[in-house]
């Protein structure tokens, strides 16, 4: 017997199929990369994208913009470097750079002049700053996401996020995922999901649940959320839907209740490749709750709810891990999906990513 | 002159031989991977064997069973998952398996009936569960290891163990070297070996030793080992016989003293490698040591042998690393060995176990 | 668009040159590795020289030697063994080697005359112990680097110096780069360098600056260097010459006031390989003050200039470190050099160290 397990395994990665943990995120999108908070007036920061160093600055006056995070002199960090007017100067010999990337600083040296920065298309919009790292020319015409509830003052939005040590994949999986409601039974209680259905086409996957609670106390959390305390669960049943989707290359979660017009929650959520191999990702989550019908009880239960959201997000957390480590153990993907929501999103994301190679769409 | 000192080193690794810390542990025997202290009922745990993730599942009533340690669904750590009944449940999804490997759970979806968990064969014996990780067919006619002296009342046995950052030969070689008593001389005072025979054959060598004190003093742990407290090192210089023996995958040390009939002590040990290129071992240790005329008086010294034993094992650790890290630094094995009952250990470890293509034998 | 920046990099490394950071050090000169201080009578220390282990022994007479840094029996580091008279001993089998590398141990094992290590010469000068790695038969042909200050009773002498993580090349740039005052700024006040000039030879390249101060206060620090406290920043100007020259390998940097026949100010600094790949470089730094006109006044103020030299180094450091770390993250240099200097300078290391592949020098 051999010790090769990688070889030797019983469910070997198919080959007409890149591995779906290679696919690289595709560019041709606004991808948040800071909050706006982080960023201060006169202020630059250092943030990645697939490994690349971006340089967000925030000059005196006017939007920030976006460079290329290493000074082309001698490649030192520019997100160290101070911001004076309009110009980010490096660290280490005071090099000055403006917004369209030129080096402004031919009284250090004549040849300083020739240096120049790539320069990347910057927005900022509902507390988050964007960049576009694809084709410049195409970013004017590829809209910024929508979250419409952030500004809705009926709605409270907590901003949260980390960085995650897994390929961006498992996130949209483990989020369309409502089968791994037992993972969260000691937060929720037992819930047993029932699958509605799905929907799918050129960008999107959608599924749609309701659930039952089959054992266990409703937490007051999520009774904040429905807005009300249910007592029996059987009487209300299958009242609730939950709709998640990945419009790539975000994706949103929504619960409605039937009879109410608006959603109780909507959740936008973006996961930013952070290294160069696309096996970590920052998350920018937007979790919309919508104000109860008494004034500031949402604003009180605030912090119970957050606790709540960063204790579901922890458990998460610690399985998309585990499955990215597992991956890298075993040298590829073994996954043998069980779910058919989640075949058809792990082909969206192969079909609307790219290969890594680079050489075209990853499923073309 | 060049830096290339793999290439110019006055040394180099003879060409015939596959280097022997690139050896795999021959799966075809019976290794303890936890001891059943570690695994309660209706636990599981999670263990490896050579980079493979093995759970080990305790069910409600009957022997424990052993499984491949990843779920098939997704990968995530089944010794992270619970056991009810007889079946250990994923933590992710709940997804349910049997001791056969079965997954049970096709009330969470209809295709998870296909997923299906290789099984290894598992058995229980003297404080320790022991998986045999080759050839299943084999596993019913190859024996357990034996250890007699564990049930024996006459004797006190210490269990230890810890995972050692090293192939399992330096392992081997450390024990049998009697030679490095150097090493303890802060220990165990000034020690001379005596080299008296050896013997090796199918699977096996053996070597025998005597020592004489040249300086230092007894100390008490020795005493209480021998059963007396000598004053006189030359008086009964060469009385005892110490036996080591690798006995393949296993070894043994047994302290044979004149006159006595049976050894004062005896030591069953094994090395198992824990990660896939088998550069760590997790070492299982069995003392055993014959109880005094006096009653409890072993008992009471207790602390005293296990502080002195833990204190010989830290410093055999430290150079084993040490050469694991040379071996690492320099790109091979450079060892010129001067004992040649060592060189006949290394031909058993080559011979006995796995070359790293896995294509045969070692040295076949 | 591609993820791929490592090939799309707008300025390519030049194909006709190896990559400088990873042109070796020439051997075929001496390197301090050790301070005398480090290395008591009868005692050993294990140094690296380029991956290479070094064991340093101070025998009981005579001068310090040094042996390649592992036991050619089973590559157990040298350096934690025990000095007793003139030999070195190894830990682990009680192996002795005297100061030719023959191993005089036949007591312990027949086989053990055949075991030898590697000599290397070895000097002790001006409290640094040197060693010679390249063809020996050179040593004594290639004299040891002179600092005469360090005797000198009119001058105070700091020996400084740690590991710093990268390849000794940016030290070099860094030191020779005096447009680099910016950076410490917030230490020394503004300071605006003015290039006098530079010159090169053979073996080396150096460059002169003199300053003004545009603005802040001159520190205590640089007062004490120049041995009065300067009002008006104006008067003085260019009165001082800072002089920086890579004499390969070793660099020295020395300030000298108009006027005054002996420099105010001398440092002598070598950065030594420390791993395989020369990434990381121990600094020995001697910095040779002269002595104010009132005496102990120097004395009196040398914890200050430490803490402010410390903090100087700090700062550096932080930028070569960040320089190493992009050429890591972009697979390869892409410095674009606005200093002719530096490009002499650059030119210069790569002559005469040595390609990676050890073929010939660098540039032949």
């Known amino acids: 017997m051999e010790n090769e397990f990688r070889q030797t395994s019983e469910h070997p990665v198919c080959a007409e199929h890149t591995d779906l943990r290679r696919i690289r995120t595709n560019p041709d999108f606004w991808y948040p990369v800071a909050w706006s908070r982080e960023l201060r007036r006169e202020k630059a920061i250092d943030v990645r994208f697939a490994g690349r160093h971006i340089v967000v600055v925030r000059p005196k006056s006017g939007e920030p913009y976006a460079l290329d995070g290493l000074c082309p002199h001698r490649q030192v960090l520019l997100g160290k470097g101070d911001v004076h007017g309009d110009a980010i100067s490096c660290i280490a010999h005071g090099l000055r750079y403006d917004r369209d990337g030129q080096c402004v600083s031919s009284d250090v040296s004549a040849e300083a002049q020739c240096l120049h920065l790539t320069t990347w298309a910057c927005r900022e919009k509902g507390g988050l700053i964007f960049v576009f790292m694809g084709e410049q020319s195409l970013a004017d015409k590829i809209p910024l996401p929508d979250f419409p509830r952030v500004k809705d003052r009926r709605y409270r939005t907590r901003r949260f996020g980390q960085v995650v040590n897994c390929h961006y994949s498992f996130m949209h999986e483990n989020l369309m995922d ?11 209680g037992k819930m047993k999901p029932r699958f509605l259905g799905m929907d799918h086409g050129d960008g999107f996957v959608e599924a749609r649940y309701t659930f039952v609670r089959t054992g266990g106390k409703q937490p007051l959390s999520e009774a904040l959320i429905y807005g ?13 839907v939950m709709t998640i989707r990945t419009q790539y290359p975000y994706q949103t979660l929504r619960i409605e209740t039937q009879g109410i017009e608006e959603p109780v929650m909507e959740l936008w959520i973006s996961y930013v490749p952070q290294d160069r191999d696309e096996l970590t990702n920052r998350v920018f989550g937007l979790l919309s709750i919508k104000r109860l ?3 500031f009880l949402l604003d009180l239960a605030w912090p119970i709810l957050v606790a709540f959201t960063e204790r579901v997000f922890f458990e998460d957390r610690e399985i998309v891990e585990l499955e990215q480590a597992a991956w890298k153990d075993l040298g590829g993907d073994h996954n043998q999906e069980v779910f058919p929501v989640i075949n058809q999103l792990r082909d969206l994301l192969r ?5 890594p190679d680079g050489v075209g769409k990853a499923a073309s």
Chains 1, 2, 3 share one sequence.
């Open 178 to 188: 409502m089968n791994h409601q037992v993972l969260h039974s000691r937060l929720v």
């Open 228 to 240: 009300q305390r249910r007592r029996d669960g059987r009487d209300f049943a299958y009242r609730d």
């Open 293 to 295: 019908k008494v004034p």
């Open 351 to 355: 079909r609307c990513g790219q290969r």
